[in-house]
């Protein structure tokens, strides 16, 4: 089972926070988080890809990014939790 994240990223925050649901300029959903890396040599993605792992309660292997390396607007790959598995946890947070 894989579910699919839309994530708008931020990179050069002053904190690691996901910080909840929004939507993008097309009206589709997406999580908004901020990491504290700099968008250089994949920095800023691997960042993301732990403090995903952390919030969700998985191990970083489970977190894959898809799609969008050099764009803010980035899609994840998460193995083994459903929708509303993902969901939940990000919303108990």
Known sequence: MITRIPVKLTPKSSKDAV???????????????RVRAMPVDGAANMALVA???KALGVPRRDVNLARGSQSRLKMLEVSGLSDAEVRERLSAG
């Open 51 to 53: 403090l995903m792992a």
């Open 19 to 33: 910080e909840g649901w929004d939507v993008d300029p097309d009206g589709r959903p997406v999580l908004k988080v």
